[in-house]
T-cell receptor, first 111, second 117 residues
C-alpha cells in the first residue's frame, strides 16, 4: 500500500537554528514528490516538485532533496515567518494524478 | 500564475441546508480538480477527483449523494454538501491541475470553512 510518513510531527526552532524535516514514502513507482507550506486557515502553497533520486531544489532558505525512500526539506537559518505546517505529498505512476499526503510537520520558529 | 480561487471562504448555516462551494482556476485550464477535507491539526483527506465533463471519482467512504461534485467547465468545479449536518462541519479545500502540464503540481484554493449549526 502506498504510504507517506512525515517526521517530526512538530518542531520548535530558535531563529537562525537550521534543521531538516523528513518525508518517508512507500509507493509503487514514483511519479513525483511535492512539498507544500500551509498557513493556518489557508490552502497549501506549492514549494517544490522532485521527480528522481538525487534531485535537489532550492528556494530562499529552503532546500529539498530526494532519495529512493525519502525526501528532506532543509531549512537554513529560519525566520519566524517560516513558521507553518509543511506537507509532503507523493504521486504514484499508477494512472491517476491524485496525491497521497503525509500528516505534516508543524514548524514554529521563535524570535 | 496558477491561481485557484475558492468561494465562499466561510459559511455558517442551519442543519438541513445544502451548501455549494465553488472552485475556479483563474489563469489556466484544469481538466482535473480535487476536493479535500481537513480536520484541525490533521492532513488533507482526498474526497473525490473531478474531471471536466465526466462523473467524479469518489474515495472509499465518501458518500456520493451527500457530496455532489460538478465539473462543468475547464475552469470551474463545484462541491455541494446536501442536507448538511453538524458532523459535516469542516475545512474543505479544492485544488486544480493544469491541463497542459505533464506532471505539474496541484494548485490549491484557500479553503472554505463550513460550520453547520
Amino acid at each position: 500500500e502506498d504510504q507517506v510518513t512525515q517526521s517530526p510531527e512538530a518542531l520548535r526552532l530558535q531563529e537562525g537554528e537550521s534543521s531538516s524535516l523528513n518525508c518517508s514514502y512507500t509507493v509503487s513507482g514514483l511519479r513525483g514528490l511535492f512539498w507544500y507550506r500551509q498557513d493556518p486557515g489557508k490552502g497549501p502553497e506549492f514549494l517544490f516538485t522532485l521527480y528522481s533520486a538525487g534531485e535537489e531544489k532550492e528556494k530562499e532558505r529552503l532546500k529539498a532533496t530526494l532519495t529512493k525512500k525519502e525526501s528532506f526539506l532543509h531549512i537554513t537559518a529560519p525566520k519566524p515567518e517560516d513558521s507553518a505546517t509543511y506537507l509532503c505529498a507523493v504521486q504514484a505512476i499508477s494512472g491517476t494524478y491524485k496525491y497521497i499526503f503525509g500528516t505534516g510537520t508543524r514548524l514554529k520558529v521563535l524570535a | 500564475g496558477a491561481v485557484v480561487s475558492q468561494h465562499p471562504s466561510w459559511v455558517i448555516c442551519k442543519s438541513g441546508t445544502s451548501v455549494k462551494i465553488e472552485c475556479r482556476s483563474l489563469d489556466f485550464q484544469a481538466t482535473t480538480m480535487f476536493w479535500y477535507r481537513q480536520f484541525p491539526k490533521q492532513s488533507l483527506m482526498l474526497m473525490a477527483t473531478s474531471n471536466e465533463g465526466s462523473k467524479a471519482t469518489y474515495e472509499q467512504g465518501v458518500e456520493k449523494d451527500k457530496f455532489l461534485i460538478n465539473h462543468a467547465s475547464l475552469t470551474l468545479s463545484t462541491l455541494t454538501v446536501t442536507s448538511a449536518h453538524p458532523e459535516d462541519s469542516s475545512f474543505y479545500i479544492c485544488s486544480a491541475r493544469n491541463r497542459d502540464s505533464g506532471n505539474q503540481p496541484q494548485h490549491f484554493g484557500d479553503g472554505t470553512r463550513l460550520s453547520i449549526l
